[in-house]
């Protein structure tokens, strides 16, 4: 069965700082999807950036960019210049391409401090 | 386009009563999906509706049950609610189809807030 892990349940950053957030999977699956979701204090969830497993390199979204090791089944998010509405928890999440089953970290928790 | 909308936001009841909770996807997905969020366990994929079938389970008891209707809304029932069961529900849209990872991305509701006293 896939498993996705955040080792990292709080985090916190300076505001214009650079933070990196992990996640490491589980999956014996060649071809799949991993994303990162957001969802602020009381807010709705949102998607902040997604890979394809079959994509060598790493996806980025303005600010946010990721360090997809498919080997080490690793795929961490990084926010540059970090803004206080940054300040949310942060949910990495894993999808086996061709079904709809997604299986969601526990989460991080992260602080931006002014 | 309208965003996914969950009906009722907050919710109270006592041990041993059922409760029904509605989700409306974004219009023209037809993939819904249900996950229960409590703290320290993140999300916990309940099960997913694809055009009025069941496409996948989660591990939940079964207590706890869904449907879709035709036109992609979704109900979520957990009949003899356990202290257990406080959490926020969560749903989530999407296209339902394969065509690449756009398609996978998933539109959340705000959710609903079940206390279970």
């Not at chain 2, 037809?30 to 320290?40: D, E, F, I, L, N």
């Not at chain 2, 869904?66 to 029932?77: K, P």
Request: one cysteine or more.
């Amino acid at each position: 069965a896939q498993t996705v892990t955040q080792s990292q349940p709080e985090m916190s950053v300076q505001e214009a700082e650079t933070v990196t957030l992990s996640c490491t999977y589980d999956t014996s699956e060649s071809d799949y999807y991993l994303f990162w979701y957001k969802q602020p204090p009381s807010r709705q969830m949102i998607l902040v950036i997604r890979q394809e497993a079959y994509k060598q390199q790493n996806a980025t979204e303005n600010r946010f960019s990721v360090n997809f090791q498919k080997a080490a089944k690793s795929f961490s998010l990084k926010i540059s210049d970090s803004q206080l509405g940054d300040a949310a928890m942060y949910f990495c999440a894993y999808l086996t391409s061709g079904t709809y089953k997604y299986i969601f970290g526990t989460g991080t928790r992260l602080k931006v401090l002014a | 386009k309208a965003g996914v909308t969950q009906t009722p936001r907050y919710l109270i009841k006592t041990r041993g009563q059922q409760v029904t909770l509605s989700c409306s996807p974004i219009s023209g997905h037809r993939s819904v999906s249900w996950y229960q969020q409590t703290p320290g366990q993140g999300l916990q994929f309940l099960f997913e509706y694809f055009s009025e079938t069941q496409r996948n389970k989660g591990n939940f008891p079964g207590r706890f049950s869904g449907r879709q209707f035709s036109n992609s809304r979704s109900e979520m029932n957990v009949s003899t609610l356990e202290l257990g069961d406080s959490a926020l529900y969560l749903c989530a849209s999407s296209s339902g189809t394969s065509g690449g990872a756009v398609s996978y991305e998933q539109y959340f509701g705000p959710g609903t807030r079940l206390t279970v006293t």
